[in-house]
C-alpha cells in the first residue's frame, strides 16, 4: 500500500511549493495538504512548513486545533519541519516581546539583529535571504547523498537557540554560526527551504521520504 505523507496546513506557509516538491521525489505515494488532526495521525509521515510571524504561527495553530497533532506526529513518526516548523518546536521566541511556542525542545528563538555583522565591520541585512552553506554538524541519513557544505536557500530573522547542543544537525554563519538543522530520533527540522534549494533541496526531500526510522 502506499504511503501516505501528510504536509500540515495551519494557514501559514508555502504550501504549494512544499507539497508539489514532496510530490515530484515521492514516487507512488500519496501526499495531501491537510488542518485535519486525524489524518495527520493516520499519515505515515508529516512535513510541517510555515513561515511568517511567531505568533501569528501559534494563533493559527490553536486555530486549527493542531498542537497536539503536530506533537503526535512528532513524537512517533517521520516528521520533517521546515523554517517556521521548526521555530515553533522551541518553548520560546523573543519576537512581539515574548511569544511561547510548543516547547517539544528546550530552547528560544532570537533574531540576528546586533549579531550579524559582514566582514567589512557593517550589520548584515535583515532579513537573511539567499543562498548560504550549510555545515553537517552530525551524520544522519537525511544528508544522504548531499556534499558537506552544500549551499540552501534561506529567509528568515530569526535563529533558534536549543539549550541541548547534541540536537544540531547543521550549522550556518550569517555573522553568527547558527543552528541551522536540528534532529533528534524521528524528527528533522531546519531553518532552509528545501523546496526552494534546487537539486539539492529535492535530495533531501527524497531522504525524508524514504528515512527508515
Known amino acids: 500500500m502506499a504511503q501516505k505523507i501528510a504536509v ?12 508539489k516538491a514532496v510530490e515530484h521525489v515521492a514516487g507512488d505515494a500519496q501526499v495531501r495538504v491537510t488542518d485535519d488532526p486525524r489524518y495527520i495521525d493516520d499519515a505515515d509521515r508529516v512535513v510541517f512548513p510555515g513561515q511568517g510571524a511567531a505568533r501569528d504561527c501559534m494563533a493559527a495553530i490553536r486555530e486549527h486545533h493542531l498542537n497536539q497533532a503536530i506533537l503526535r506526529a512528532a513524537a512517533n513518526k517521520p516528521f520533517l519541519g ?10 520560546h521566541s523573543e519576537e512581539n516581546g515574548g511569544t511561547g511556542l510548543l516547547g517539544l525542545f528546550e530552547g528560544e528563538v532570537k533574531r540576528f539583529d546586533g549579531l550579524a555583522m ?9 532579513p537573511h535571504m539567499g543562498w548560504s552553506t550549510v555545515h553537517q554538524a552530525m551524520a544522519h ?8 557544505e552544500s549551499r540552501f536557500y534561506f529567509v528568515h530573522s530569526y535563529r533558534v537557540v536549543p539549550e541541548d ?18 534532529a533528534r530520533d524521528n524528527l ?3 531553518q532552509f527551504h528545501p523546496e526552494k534549494s534546487a537539486a ?10 524514504n528515512w527508515n526510522v
Open 165 to 182: 547542543v547534541s540536537l544540531i544537525a547543521a550549522t550556518t554563519d550569517y555573522g553568527v554560526r547558527f543552528t541551522s538543522a536540528i
Open 118 to 126: 559582514g566582514d567589512n565591520g557593517l550589520p548584515l541585512k535583515i
Open 82 to 91: 521546515i523554517c517556521m516548523g521548526l521555530q515553533v518546536l522551541m518553548r
Open 188 to 190: 528533522f527540522a531546519m
Open 200 to 209: 539539492t533541496g529535492l535530495q533531501l526531500l527524497k531522504n525524508f521520504v
Open 8 to 19: 500540515i496546513d495551519y494557514g501559514m506557509g508555502n504550501l504549494r511549493s512544499v507539497s
Open 141 to 148: 541519513p537525511m544528508w544522504e547523498g548531499i556534499e558537506d
